[in-house]
């Protein structure tokens, strides 16, 4: 089928659209000629399945302290893969994850056997019983390395995992709003497990309403560990969970006081996990006085306190003016802002409904915000992957690069997590963005410099820039392309092809690039290739 649209506008409007909505379009999805509206619909109907990321993608994975849990220090490592097994016992009964005479205006919570099905603990949970809980400060050098390792490789299976739907999955806006609130409810963990078992739950509510999601996500034990709430008891309040769900999550700074955090501290007091990593509410660690929480007093449970924070106008907007900034402009429009933030909370924060509304707007489509939004390093090469249908051979070598851009999923640098915009972009990050095509598809060096961090999935040995070659295999059909590109002539195909990949028009200079670049190729194919190297090294491909 030719690249052929009833207007270039529509097109350009299409690009847009698929690329805010998920990771790009394919050249079968602007083959099949259908107005921005009809694929709207299309978006929002393929997001409504939902599959879980399933916890095979921890197979590296067996325990935090993996083989090293029954080895007191000092004593031989046992060999990798390997694992004393405790005695057997069977996983204990569900705890519960209600608080008794509290309401939960908020939204079910997840049934505990649900949320369970997603985390491999019942194996981990026998295996532990009766094993004496080392410390990592206990551990030798070469238990701490095992372990490490253990934990490196099972991140590197979640994120491959995901990339993997965010790359293939029908569902592209479920995965492109569940990336949005992976940074909004950001969370750093050792236990991947737990990270798997939040994430799923993002993924699950990404498209819902936002009271549910906010519920599910305070009770999992990653957020829970990672804000302090184990720690949160009547007797020692800890202000950290409270002040982070109302500054970062909910209401924004300037929206609450101090009382209102140390009250709210107070009512998520007895919110914690057992042993097995599931939530539990520790009834006598709970403070059961009266509260008094953003004008309203009563003896307030923590699903009370979420119900509270989301009755605030603050809520409303403070979330529509995120979720504006990352689908479709840095700098808000309040003119758009306010009529979206009245319909949200009249809707019940219901997500799918004010993505619906905001990509269905005019002024989405406005010059001022097309290709207005630089790519995160995740969404640049998962869409790399998608628009070109890119197979590889060697994932972690992509999360490599990931990383040197400055994003590394389950790894925010904050709990604020990643600032975005014009942070993505540097002197060393812009090169190595303008050189991954390059990379991916000529086998290029290039000189890598990666933090260092003991978490992170691929350490760095030492501090220096190292010059690297790249390993990955890639295999790129061109097949869809050609498809795409019909009978078109050679001189035309650059300018066909920038319609696909570019939101801006390429410009006469950047035109001679390209054209100079597919000139040295000795056979069509390598001329298309050239061709799609070029326009990928351009700046404005770092747009969407």
């Avoid at 029954?70 to 569900?94: E, L, R």
């Avoid at 238990?143 to 790359?167: L, V």
């Amino acid at each position: 089928m030719p690249f052929r649209h009833p207007t270039a506008m529509n097109a350009q409007q299409l690009q847009h659209l698929y690329w805010r909505a998920g990771f790009g379009p394919r050249p079968q999805d602007v083959a099949a000629n259908l107005s921005p509206s009809k694929v709207l619909r299309q978006l929002l109907h393929e997001a409504r399945a939902y599959e879980p990321i399933p916890s095979s993608s921890l197979a590296a994975f067996q325990d935090p302290m993996g083989a090293v849990m029954a080895v007191p220090a000092g004593a031989p490592t046992p060999p990798p893969g390997g694992m004393a097994a405790g005695p057997a016992a069977a996983p204990p009964a569900p705890a519960s994850s209600a608080q008794p005479g509290t309401a939960n205006p908020a939204g079910p919570t997840p049934p505990l056997a649900a949320v369970d099905a997603l985390r491999p603990r019942s194996m981990l949970a026998t295996r532990r019983q009766g094993l004496p809980q080392l410390r990592r400060a206990d551990l030798t050098p070469e238990q701490r390395k095992m372990q490490n390792m253990g934990i490196r490789d099972a991140f590197i299976g979640m994120s491959t995992a995901w990339m993997a739907k965010m790359t293939t999955s029908p569902g592209q806006l479920r995965e492109k709003v569940a990336l949005f609130w992976h940074g909004h409810f950001a969370c750093r963990t050792r236990r991947p497990d737990d990270s798997l078992a939040l994430l799923n739950t993002i993924r699950e509510h990404a498209l819902g309403k936002f009271p549910d999601l906010l519920l599910a996500v305070s009770q999992e034990p990653a957020m829970l560990q990672f804000l302090n709430n184990q720690q949160n008891r009547k007797e020692h309040p800890n202000e950290n969970f409270a002040r982070e769900v109302m500054e970062l999550f909910t209401l924004g700074r300037g929206n609450y006081t101090e009382t209102d955090v140390k009250e709210a501290a107070r009512a998520f007091t007895g919110w914690g996990y057992d042993g097995q990593s599931r939530f539990v509410f520790k009834e006598r660690q709970h403070d059961a006085g009266s509260k008094t929480l953003l004008g309203q007093t009563g003896n307030f449970g923590g699903a009370d306190a979420l119900r509270i924070i989301m009755q605030q106008p603050a809520a409303s907007t403070f979330l529509v003016t995120k979720l504006y900034r990352f689908f479709v402009n840095d700098v808000p429009d309040p003119a758009h802002i306010a009529p979206l933030a009245v319909a949200f909370r009249q809707s019940g924060y219901d997500v799918s409904d004010l993505l619906e509304r905001l990509f269905s707007a005019d002024w989405f489509y406005a010059p001022a915000n097309m290709g207005s939004l630089i790519k995160s390093p995740v969404a640049l090469v998962a869409g790399l992957r998608r628009t070109l249908n890119l197979k590889v051979d060697n994932d972690k070598q992509l999360l490599g690069y990931q990383k040197a851009l400055g994003q590394t999923l389950f790894m925010p640098p904050n709990v604020a997590g990643w600032p975005g915009g014009r942070a993505w972009i540097d002197s060393s990050s812009l090169l190595l963005r303008l050189q991954l095509p390059s990379i991916l598809f000529r086998n290029a060096e290039f000189a890598l410099r990666l933090k260092d961090d003991e978490n992170d999935i691929t350490p760095q040995t030492t501090g220096k820039e190292r010059l690297v070659k790249n390993t990955e295999t890639t295999h790129l059909p061109l097949g869809p392309i050609q498809q795409l590109l019909g009978a078109a002539p050679p001189a035309q195909q650059p300018q066909l092809l920038a319609g696909f990949l570019l939101q801006s028009p390429l410009r006469p200079e950047n035109l001679a690039l390209v054209q100079q670049a597919a000139a040295k190729a000795a056979t069509p194919e390598e001329r298309l290739k050239n061709t799609l190297v070029s326009l990928l090294s351009l700046p404005e491909y770092q747009l969407a």
